[in-house]
Nanobody, 126 residues
């Protein structure tokens, strides 16, 4: 089991950058695939980025080239570096953990993840 806590959200202007962090508890953090999702009011939760146990990454088309996911297993933390932010990136951002069958798997749907943080708000003004 793992508990997750996001931080780093805030209010920024279009074109700015933010780095979100997700700190996990537990000694087995390195065995979890990690993902970032976001949910805007009235919309479904959508996949943003994911990183496998082995470090393979996958991104939604809407953020490819602007966002970077990374992990530091020594710190039990996964990051989401968000550059060139746009107003449409405004959402609550959630990190999630999945205990995968294979170390190379990166889940891209919410139902693939078993553990979730409480979320952090990101607001991008135009």
């Amino acid at each position: 089991q793992v508990q997750l806590q996001e931080s780093g959200g805030g209010l920024v202007q279009a074109g700015d950058s933010l780095r979100l962090s997700c700190a996990g508890s537990g000694r087995t953090f390195s065995r979890f695939a990690m993902g970032w999702f976001r949910q805007a009011p009235g919309k479904e939760r959508e996949f943003v980025a994911g990183i496998s146990v082995r470090g393979s990454t996958y991104y939604a088309d809407s953020v490819k080239g602007r966002f970077t996911i990374s992990r530091d297993n020594a710190k039990n933390t996964v990051y989401l570096q968000m550059n060139t932010l746009k107003p449409e990136d405004t959402s609550v951002y959630y990190c999630a953990a999945d205990f995968p069958l294979l170390d190379t798997i990166v889940g891209v749907t919410a139902k693939q993840y078993d553990y979730w943080g409480q979320g952090t708000q990101v607001t991008v003004s135009s």
